[in-house]
């Protein structure tokens, strides 16, 4: 039997990417998508997760639009990427979206997916978590309708990747846009996967592997994402502007769960400056699982193959 997903996530270009991965899956049943405005702007972002339907000939998934905004705004130059994206040659005659304004609330449509599916959902956040958060606080019932929840967020073990005034840099984005509703969804002792920078750290995306997807370019997926990653190559140089599959990663769970090294933790989620957003080991915190490693080739692989499709 297929694994029913929900899909929330926040339009960045590894967003993107991840959605178009996960409608490779033959045995995901992508059955809703919500987008949190986080790491973009919410109508092109809509536009570009529509298109992205479109083309795998799957609009018939509906869609969800974000209405809560965060604590901690992400860079806006970061935020407009999805009108690169929807500009691009694949991409541009595509038919447009109906009025963004007319997609349902994403908590209101997810409540109301997940509460008529027979079977439990999966649920894949690959931005931060305010939607989910906000359909449990409305309909706590939820919590019996959801399998386990992926999530890429946090930083345990290792430094975060927020540069930002009142913060000392140990919070990871997705946490750090709405640290409180994270740590509210802790409290629902839901199964919990964090896919943390202490493995997306591993994986990043490096120019021999945007080598292999481009002499498999004559596949269209592999064309397109090939120029949708060539839209971050401005972020390379240092470390901290490193892009990494963040996303990917948490995503290919999905698919290769045996490629990943996990350990039960226990965590705790800061509200406050000057660590907002940090995820700690602690052990009086909540059970979950982390995600420590992958096995790096096979991963890597795993997406040449998908982008074959
Ligand atoms: O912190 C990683 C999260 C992922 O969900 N995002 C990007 C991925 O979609 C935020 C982020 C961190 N560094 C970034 C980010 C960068 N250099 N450009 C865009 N977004
Ligand atoms: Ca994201």
Redesign the pocket.
């Known amino acids: 039997m297929k694994k029913k997903l929900w899909m929330d996530h926040?339009g960045?270009i590894?967003?993107l990417l991840s959605q178009l991965l996960v409608l490779t899956m033959p045995d995901v049943d992508l059955i809703g998508l919500s987008i949190t405005p986080a790491?973009c702007f919410l109508e092109p972002a809509l536009e570009s997760a529509y298109k992205l339907l479109h083309l795998m000939d799957r609009t018939e998934v509906p869609m969800g639009r974000g209405e809560s905004y965060g604590v901690n705004a992400?860079p806006d130059a970061?935020r407009a990427r999805p009108e690169c994206v929807n500009a691009l040659p694949m991409l541009i005659n595509l038919p447009s979206p109906p009025d963004p304004y007319q997609y349902p609330s994403a908590p209101d449509l997810m409540i109301d997916t997940l509460r008529a599916s027979d079977t439990p959902v999966t649920v894949l956040m690959?931005?931060p978590c305010s939607n989910l958060t906000l359909a449990l606080e409305r309909a706590p019932d939820l919590v019996e309708k959801i399998d386990e929840v992926i999530w890429?967020a946090g930083a345990f073990r290792t430094q975060g990747?927020v540069l930002a005034f009142q913060h000392n840099g140990t919070a990871?984005?997705?946490v750090y846009w709405d640290p409180v509703s994270a740590q509210k969804l802790l409290t629902y002792g839901l199964p919990l996967v964090f896919v943390a920078l202490d493995a997306t750290n591993h994986v990043p995306v490096h120019k021999t592997f945007l080598q292999q997807l481009a002499r498999q370019a004559d596949h269209r997926l592999s064309n397109l994402a090939g120029q949708l990653w060539a839209l971050?190559i401005d972020?390379i140089p240092s470390y901290h502007?490193t892009?990494f599959m963040?996303?990917m990663l948490a995503t290919s769970y999905l698919a290769l769960p045996q490629a990943f090294t996990t350990e039960a933790i226990r965590a705790t989620i800061s509200t406050r400056p000057p660590n907002a957003g940090q995820t700690r080991l602690d052990p009086n915190g909540v059970p979950a699982t982390l995600v420590t490693d992958v096995d790096k080739a096979l991963f890597y692989d795993y997406l040449l193959q998908q982008f074959r499709a």
Do not use: K, L, Q
Request: no cysteine.
């Open positions: 926040d960045a590894d967003d790491d992400f970061w690959t931005g890429m990747n990871e984005w997705n971050t972020t502007y892009y963040w996303d």
